[in-house]
Nanobody, 124 residues
Framework: QVQLVESGGGSVQAGGSLRLSCAAS????????MGWFRQAPGKEREFVAA????????LYADSVKGRFTISRDNAKNTVYLQMHSLKPEDTAIYHC?????????????????WGQGTQVTVSS
Protein backbone atom coordinates (compact mmCIF):
# COMPACT_ATOMS: atom_id res chain seq x y z
CA GLN A 1 0.00 0.00 0.00
CA VAL A 2 1.34 3.42 -0.97
CA GLN A 3 0.63 6.45 1.16
CA LEU A 4 1.35 10.01 0.11
CA VAL A 5 1.26 12.82 2.65
CA GLU A 6 1.55 16.46 1.56
CA SER A 7 2.65 19.35 3.73
CA GLY A 8 3.84 22.92 3.41
CA GLY A 9 0.67 24.65 2.32
CA GLY A 10 -0.45 27.92 3.81
CA SER A 11 -1.61 31.46 3.17
CA VAL A 12 0.62 33.96 1.41
CA GLN A 13 0.26 37.26 -0.37
CA ALA A 14 0.58 37.54 -4.12
CA GLY A 15 4.21 37.43 -5.15
CA GLY A 16 5.14 35.20 -2.26
CA SER A 17 6.63 31.71 -2.19
CA LEU A 18 5.83 28.34 -0.70
CA ARG A 19 7.47 24.95 -0.80
CA LEU A 20 5.26 21.89 -0.74
CA SER A 21 6.51 18.45 0.24
CA CYS A 22 5.05 15.03 -0.39
CA ALA A 23 6.35 12.14 1.69
CA ALA A 24 5.75 8.68 0.27
CA SER A 25 5.70 5.34 1.98
CA UNK A 26 6.89 2.16 0.33
CA UNK A 27 10.14 0.86 -1.03
CA UNK A 28 9.40 1.48 -4.70
CA UNK A 29 9.08 5.27 -4.64
CA UNK A 30 12.19 5.78 -6.75
CA UNK A 31 10.81 3.61 -9.54
CA UNK A 32 7.86 5.85 -10.36
CA UNK A 33 7.31 9.20 -11.98
CA MET A 34 5.51 11.58 -9.63
CA GLY A 35 3.19 14.50 -10.19
CA TRP A 36 1.53 17.47 -8.54
CA PHE A 37 -2.06 18.44 -9.26
CA ARG A 38 -4.37 21.10 -7.87
CA GLN A 39 -8.07 21.67 -7.51
CA ALA A 40 -9.66 25.03 -6.89
CA PRO A 41 -13.19 25.39 -5.51
CA GLY A 42 -15.77 24.72 -8.20
CA LYS A 43 -13.14 23.67 -10.73
CA GLU A 44 -11.83 20.39 -12.03
CA ARG A 45 -8.54 19.02 -10.87
CA GLU A 46 -5.69 20.15 -13.10
CA PHE A 47 -2.16 18.99 -13.74
CA VAL A 48 0.62 21.17 -12.36
CA ALA A 49 3.95 19.37 -12.78
CA ALA A 50 5.57 15.96 -13.10
CA UNK A 51 9.04 14.56 -12.55
CA UNK A 52 10.67 11.40 -13.81
CA UNK A 53 11.70 8.58 -11.49
CA UNK A 54 15.35 9.71 -11.33
CA UNK A 55 14.49 13.39 -11.44
CA UNK A 56 16.19 14.05 -14.75
CA UNK A 57 13.07 15.14 -16.62
CA UNK A 58 10.26 17.49 -15.70
CA LEU A 59 6.98 18.64 -17.21
CA TYR A 60 4.94 21.71 -16.30
CA ALA A 61 1.57 23.19 -17.00
CA ASP A 62 1.89 26.39 -19.00
CA SER A 63 0.23 28.32 -16.17
CA VAL A 64 3.09 27.58 -13.75
CA LYS A 65 6.08 27.30 -16.07
CA GLY A 66 8.90 29.56 -14.93
CA ARG A 67 7.37 30.03 -11.46
CA PHE A 68 7.16 26.50 -10.05
CA THR A 69 9.89 23.86 -9.78
CA ILE A 70 9.32 20.19 -9.08
CA SER A 71 12.10 18.11 -7.57
CA ARG A 72 12.56 14.89 -5.66
CA ASP A 73 14.87 13.24 -3.15
CA ASN A 74 14.64 9.48 -3.56
CA ALA A 75 16.74 8.87 -0.46
CA LYS A 76 14.01 10.61 1.54
CA ASN A 77 11.07 9.27 -0.50
CA THR A 78 9.95 12.85 -0.98
CA VAL A 79 8.88 15.01 -3.89
CA TYR A 80 8.77 18.80 -3.66
CA LEU A 81 7.05 21.69 -5.39
CA GLN A 82 8.76 25.03 -4.99
CA MET A 83 6.38 27.83 -5.88
CA HIS A 84 7.45 31.43 -6.52
CA SER A 85 5.62 34.54 -7.71
CA LEU A 86 2.36 33.12 -6.48
CA LYS A 87 -0.86 34.55 -7.85
CA PRO A 88 -4.41 34.50 -6.45
CA GLU A 89 -5.34 32.06 -9.23
CA ASP A 90 -2.88 29.56 -7.74
CA THR A 91 -5.23 29.17 -4.77
CA ALA A 92 -6.22 25.51 -4.58
CA ILE A 93 -5.74 22.25 -2.77
CA TYR A 94 -2.51 20.72 -4.04
CA HIS A 95 -2.17 16.95 -4.30
CA CYS A 96 0.78 14.80 -5.13
CA UNK A 97 0.28 11.57 -7.04
CA UNK A 98 2.15 8.54 -8.29
CA UNK A 99 2.09 7.53 -11.93
CA UNK A 100 0.48 4.15 -12.41
CA UNK A 101 3.20 2.83 -14.72
CA UNK A 102 6.88 2.21 -14.18
CA UNK A 103 9.29 3.54 -16.74
CA UNK A 104 6.91 5.51 -18.91
CA UNK A 105 7.29 9.04 -20.11
CA UNK A 106 6.00 12.03 -18.18
CA UNK A 107 2.31 12.65 -18.60
CA UNK A 108 -0.61 14.70 -17.32
CA UNK A 109 -2.93 11.81 -16.45
CA UNK A 110 -2.81 8.16 -15.46
CA UNK A 111 -1.90 8.50 -11.79
CA UNK A 112 -3.18 5.92 -9.33
CA UNK A 113 -2.19 6.92 -5.79
CA TRP A 114 -3.07 10.32 -4.38
CA GLY A 115 -2.37 12.24 -1.21
CA GLN A 116 -5.06 14.02 0.78
CA GLY A 117 -3.81 17.43 -0.31
CA THR A 118 -2.56 20.63 1.26
CA GLN A 119 -4.31 23.99 0.98
CA VAL A 120 -2.57 26.92 -0.70
CA THR A 121 -4.26 30.30 -0.45
CA VAL A 122 -2.86 33.36 -2.22
CA SER A 123 -4.35 36.74 -1.41
CA SER A 124 -4.10 39.83 -3.58
Amino acid sequence: QVQLVESGGGSVQAGGSLRLSCAASGRTFSSYNMGWFRQAPGKEREFVAAISWLGGSTLYADSVKGRFTISRDNAKNTVYLQMHSLKPEDTAIYHCARDSYVGGGLRRSGYDYWGQGTQVTVSS
